[in-house]
């Protein structure tokens, strides 16, 4: 029983272990025959490591739930992953080894669940896989392309550069029955637009060598640029990658440290009805730093002052001005009503239910936590240690009230708080209490 697949570097011929992993191999040749890894990416390559495919999307995107198993495309999302089969004999010991992705299933952490991505090795030896990921097949042909992915350029998370993906799915021999209600489409589907918007270099596009290269240099900047923007939209220091700065917003330098923001915003005022003007400056000395943004409340405004004032004396400098390329005002408003909206609907630390901010391992602010050499003690609930702390008391009371004599003692200490007042023995609950309070009343003094 094998599978062909057909990847924008070369195909791939991978034989299913059918008999030491049935539900692994059964999955994998339903998702291919009704065409589910068509135009899936190549994604968390690590060289001589391993590769990992098999969403659809790919895992860069909004839009990718993380694929699904045909079970889970049938019968709904209850049936989205399954448990697969971990052989004892199939390890990861040979290069080219087809294994399913698997993650811990959120009611048991030791039970391992699978979809629809599955891994291949590019190494040998690879027994750090061996639980993590369930074996269920073997590349037999294609290893030139292995060797490609194994050597393709990919940035931080493993994606390579140029695209590489799985054009299409040939399945050459399929022992088992067609589940009820898959139906396989009569050609290869066309590529959805949520993956369309994840391609970045397309894996059939070819750079002429040839071509200028200012353009082929500008191309690439393009690209980066844009790579950029979408990681600074994960992370959230972007609304969004296509933001684009305002363009009733100037720029200004070249200025004499001696400018102010009232003098800029006079001379400038004449253009317009001026929002803002600022000179930006240094937040530890308040120096200067020679240039300001100035907002302006109508385009045309803006756009006349940028015409008017290039090369403009102001206070002995030429100035220069230009359109603003900063987003960084508009990134902080975006912010300011994300956390305001969040705060708005409750929640916990930062707005958010579920989360909340507390102290894990020591009180930075009392000095009970950390003793004389230096080294910290565990740390307890206050009213745990109340607790254990009267119960030190009460133990050694008792204990001295039965090794010595506590009118001897009281005597040499001068103290008129003789247990002996509270009962003989001084062991009983009632009379400890009575000391207790005594003694606490007569610190208070």
Known sequence: MSVLLETSVGDIVIDLLVDQAPKCCENFLKLCKIKYYNFSPVYGVQKNFSFQTGDPIG????????????????????????????????????????SMATAPGSRDPDERLAGSQFIITLGDGLEYLDGQAAVFGKVVEGFDALEKINSAFVDDTGRPLKDVRIRHTVILEDPYDDPAGLLEPPGSPVPSAAQLATVRIADDEEIDENADQEAV???????????????????????????????????????????????????????????????????????????????????????????????V?????????????????????????????RSQQGGGFG??????KKRQYRAADSIRDHDRSGRYNYVFDREEQRRRQERDEEQKYRHRSRSYSPERDARNRGDRRSPDRYGKDGASEKNWRRYRDDRDRDRRR
């Not at 999302?77 to 080894?97: C, D, I, Q």
């Not at 102001?314 to 909206?341: A, G, P």
């Not at 707005?351 to 909340?356: K, M, Q, S």
Request: with cysteine.
């Open 59 to 98: 895992p860069g995107s909004k839009d990718s739930d993380g694929g699904s198993s045909i079970w889970g495309l049938l019968d709904g999302s209850a049936s989205k992953t399954f448990t697969p089969e971990f052989h004892p004999r199939l390890k990861h010991v040979e290069r080219g080894t087809v």
């Open 217 to 311: 240099e500008k191309l690439r900047r393009e690209r980066e640029a844009r790579a950029q923007a979408l990681t600074l939209e994960m992370v959230g220091d972007l609304p969004f990658a296509e933001v684009k700065p305002p363009e009733n917003v100037l720029f200004v330098c070249k200025l004499n440290p001696v400018t102010q923001d009232d003098d800029l915003e006079l001379i400038f005022s004449r253009f317009g009805k001026i929002l803002s003007c600022e000179v930006i400056r240094d937040k530890r000395t308040g120096d200067s730093l020679q240039y300001a943004f100035i907002e302006f409340e109508e385009q045309k405004d803006c756009e006349q002052a940028y015409f008017k004032m290039q090369g």
């Open 313 to 341: 004396l102001i206070d002995d400098h030429r100035i220069h001005v230009d359109f603003s390329q900063s987003v960084s005002k508009l990134s902080e408003t975006w912010r300011t009503s994300t956390n305001s909206k």
């Open 351 to 356: 707005g958010i239910a579920g989360l909340e």
